[in-house]
Structure formats: structure tokens, C-alpha cells
């Protein structure tokens, strides 16, 4: 069985050894480490590993710049980081990185991820999180929006993000959308359970206006709308929260 070729790049050697141990299989065969950047696009384009496992802090070049150096090549890259804002895992992700994971990772999900990789058939979702992270909901939830197309800046993206929450933490809630999600949101941010309704509405309505069916699909891992369907705000943060529910929320 020919093994997965492997490269590991971080600056933190603690990373590296954990990422060693956790790699050190029959299945793969650990090319190279590093924590500079210029000298794993070096090793990148010397080697043709298959997968690429690599923090954004490196010496000398970032990795937004060695993902801009080796793209276009067949080597698939998993960004392991810290760096959890909205501005870097859309950067990495639109320079071709196959996985977003924040820090800190689980061990046995980042080999799930290659493993996702290795095998072509297989859905993949962009970015993944340690369900340990303080703010993993808060953070999952944003990178659904990202992928939907919800810009931050409007008023319904704060009311649908706590409508996820709440339908999560309590799943009964979608049932008294009306009479009782609205009117908690509402409360929460000092306004009516009617304004609550349209903006969450109007969010929505953004995502489809900007074209963005194909990803909303992809991350439901099924076809569930098409160009001229809107789900109503009850399907929709149903949907969301369901899908978080099942990934382990």
C-alpha cells in the first residue's frame, strides 16, 4: 500500500511533535518538518507531498504566501491556526486551502480531515473546529454564514445567529417561532418581536440575492433549494441548528 506523503510546517516545536506522533502510521510517510515559510515551499515543490499540514505563523513568509507560491499544484493543504477571525479563514480558503482548523485541534478529527481528503467521493466542509474551543458554536455558526453569503454588517445576522443558538440549546423553540423565539430575541436586544422577523427575513433574502446556492447546498451535503426557493425563517434556522445538532453542537 503506498503511503500518504505528508509535510508538516509550524513554528511551535510542541506542534510539530504532536503532529509527528499523530502521523507516524504505516499509511504515511512524514516527508519533511519546518517552521519557515520560504523553505516549505521549497520542500513543497521538491517533494510533491500529498497533503500539507501548516500553521499561518511561519518565519520569513506567512502561510497566506506560501499558499499563494504553491497554488496550482496537486498538494492539498490543511491550515492548522490560532487565528480564528472571518478575514483569515476566508483568505486562506479562497488561496486554495482544503481545511481551516482552529486551534487548539483534536487529533483524531485533523486525521479525519485527511482522510477526507484522500478520499475524493466524500462531502467536505472548509473549515472545521475542536468542539473544546470556548466559542465553537459562536465560530461554527459564522462560517455558515461566510459560506451562505450573510454579511455581518446587517441587523438580521446578529437576530439569526441567536435564533440558531437558541434552536439549538432548546429544539422545540422552532415550534413557537412566533410566540416565543421572536419575542427572546426581541427582548434581548430591546426591540419587537415583528422587527426581529423581518430582519432575519431580509438576511436571508441576501444570501439567495448574492447567488450563493451552490454553497448552501454543499454544506447541507445535499441539494435542498434551488435559484427560485427561499426557505421561510423558521426552515431555515432549522436546518442550520439540525446540522449543527448532528456534527456535535
Known amino acids: 500500500m503506498e503511503k500518504t506523503k505528508l509535510i508538516l510546517a509550524d513554528e ?15 499509511k504515511y510517510d512524514i516527508l519533511a518538518t519546518t517552521g519557515d515559510g520560504e523553505e516549505l515551499v521549497k ?28 497554488h496550482g499544484t496537486q498538494t492539498k493543504l490543511i491550515i492548522q491556526s490560532a487565528l480564528s477571525m472571518d478575514g483569515f479563514i476566508n483568505k486562506a480558503i479562497s488561496l486554495g486551502a482544503s481545511y481551516y482548523c482552529i486551534k487548539p485541534f483534536d487529533v483524531e478529527t485533523l486525521k479525519d ?9 466524500k462531502t467536505q ?3 472545521f ?28 445576522y446578529q437576530f439569526l445567529r441567536e435564533a440558531i443558538k437558541l434552536a439549538i440549546a432548546n ?13 427572546t430575541i426581541a427582548e434581548k436586544y430591546d426591540t419587537s418581536a415583528s422587527k426581529v422577523e423581518r430582519a432575519i427575513r431580509h438576511a436571508i433574502e441576501v444570501a439567495w440575492n448574492r447567488g450563493k446556492i451552490e454553497n448552501i447546498n454543499n ?12 426557505p421561510t425563517n423558521g426552515e431555515f434556522i432549522a436546518l442550520v441548528a439540525d446540522k449543527m445538532l448532528i456534527e456535535g453542537a
Request: avoid cysteine; proline fraction near 6%.
Open 171 to 183: 429544539p422545540e423553540i422552532i415550534n413557537s417561532i412566533t410566540k416565543k423565539l421572536y419575542p
Open 125 to 127: 466542509t472548509n473549515v
Open 219 to 230: 454544506l447541507f451535503g445535499i441539494k435542498v433549494y434551488s435559484s427560485n426557493e427561499k
Open 12 to 26: 511551535d516545536q510542541n506542534t510539530l511533535i504532536e503532529l509527528k506522533s499523530t502521523f507516524t502510521q504505516d
Open 113 to 121: 480531515r485527511v482522510e477526507d481528503i484522500l478520499s475524493p467521493n
Open 43 to 70: 520542500l513543497i515543490n521538491q517533494h510533491n507531498p500529498d497533503i500539507v499540514i501548516m500553521d499561518i505563523v511561519l518565519r520569513s513568509m506567512d502561510g497566506f504566501k506560501v499558499l499563494e507560491k504553491v
Open 129 to 156: 473546529f475542536n468542539s473544546k474551543t470556548p466559542n465553537y458554536i459562536e465560530e461554527k455558526i459564522t462560517n455558515i454564514f461566510i459560506t451562505v453569503g450573510i454579511p455581518a454588517h446587517i441587523k438580521g
